[in-house]
């Protein structure tokens, strides 16, 4: 069960964004919150919800290709969310004023289903959206509706009349809080006086207090001479998800001989540990760092195929020689660039899109792995 492995029961170094969340939550608002993919976003979301009592619904719009592909992930959230027998009897009673049927069975999980066309697709989505306000009023509990990659709407909402109408209710309902997680600030939030929260990198300081008594628990400690922590830290760049799986697969490598020994399935933690060196090298680092991104090297083949030329480029660049000036002339110069507009959308693009950290964090790869990965493929 290495999954759960380094899942931390408290959150890493996030404390003061938790207690604002919190706040917030605990007044029935709303909040935009912003921040690169792997860094923690939902795992701060869960906890804040979990410690005010507050139901949470989760939909990725980076699934959403549709309204009708919108409209089923969030009514198949609300089934996840509200799941009691006692629950269902309210959804069931609702559906009988819907346009819609609540389908259950001993072998399947209940199911909202419906066969409309697009106007009334509309009307649909305007009573989905209702009801958590409804289970939220009979319960007599919060609920917090968690809209992940918020901009992606745009991608088949194009006049904004649905992103319109999300925006509207996030106004109006008292019981729900809307989340909204983008990887940039949205003009728009401003305007609507939401609460914005954006997630900044890890220090380095937080990272090594965490992963040091991480590796203690695991009966395992970075060698002081080799400057294997050191080299962790600079290759995770503050960033929570992939520090968690560096430190999963130094413990998986460290342990990995251990399947030869007789009896190794049933073998207590003590007893693993008494037969493996607790010290880890720097070698033993920069060799787990290899196999990871030698497994995840498909995804980032696929990545880049899928980015613009210009992008890629930019990329690649700041990867090889990372810097806080990309814009300079002898930047541009050094790697190629282009010039003017060109590398600003690519930058701005890059960002867009979680990859790049903007000018406020120095225009570094916001995806350690990949920056690694590039490097390793360039070089």
Request: aromatic residues 8%.
């Amino acid at each position: 069960m290495t999954d759960q492995l380094f899942v931390s029961q408290r959150l890493i170094g996030r404390e003061a964004e938790l207690l604002q969340i919190r706040q917030i939550l605990a007044k029935d608002e709303d909040f935009l919150l912003v921040g690169v993919p792997g860094i923690g976003r939902r795992t701060l979301i869960r906890v804040a919800a979990q410690q005010v009592g507050a139901k949470v619904l989760e939909i990725d719009c980076l699934r959403t290709t549709s309204a009708s592909r919108f409209l089923r992930l969030l009514a198949d959230s609300i089934l996840e969310g509200f799941s009691t027998p006692e629950e269902l009897v309210f959804i069931q009673q609702w559906s009988t004023q819907q346009p819609l049927v609540l389908e259950q069975s001993l072998s399947q999980r209940p199911q909202l289903v419906w066969h409309l066309s697009a106007a009334k697709e509309w009307m649909l989505f305007q009573s989905l959206l209702a009801l958590p306000q409804s289970m939220a009023e009979w319960l007599g509990c919060r609920v917090v509706i968690v809209f992940l990659n918020f901009p992606h709407i745009r991608s088949w909402d194009r006049t904004g009349k649905w992103e319109e109408y999300l925006r509207q209710e996030i106004q109006q309902q008292s019981r729900v809080s809307y989340v909204l997680v983008s990887t940039v600030i949205e003009s728009w939030v401003q305007q609507h006086n939401l609460h914005t929260i954006a997630l900044a990198p890890l220090s380095d300081s937080t990272i090594q207090s965490w992963i040091v008594a991480e590796m203690a628990d695991q009966g395992l400690e970075f060698d002081a001479d080799s400057q294997a922590l050191d080299l962790f830290i600079s290759i995770v760049q503050g960033h929570t998800g992939d520090a968690i799986r560096l430190a999963r697969r130094i413990w998986f490598d460290r342990r990995f001989y251990a399947c030869s020994l007789p009896d190794w399935t049933t073998a207590s933690k003590s007893e693993l540990n008494s037969v493996i060196n607790p010290l880890i090298e720097a070698h033993h680092v920069h060799r787990s760092a290899l196999a990871l991104v030698e497994d995840l090297a498909t995804t980032f083949e696929s990545l880049i195929l899928l980015l613009p030329p210009s992008q890629v480029r930019v990329l690649e660049s700041l990867a090889l020689d990372p810097t806080d000036k990309p814009q300079s002339r002898d930047y541009i110069q050094k790697h190629q660039l282009t010039r003017g507009g060109g590398l600003q959308g690519a930058l701005a693009g890059l960002e867009q899109k979680g990859l790049l950290y903007g000018p406020q964090y120095g225009y570094r790869v916001a995806l350690p792995f990949l920056s690694f990965w590039l490097k390793q493929r360039l070089l």
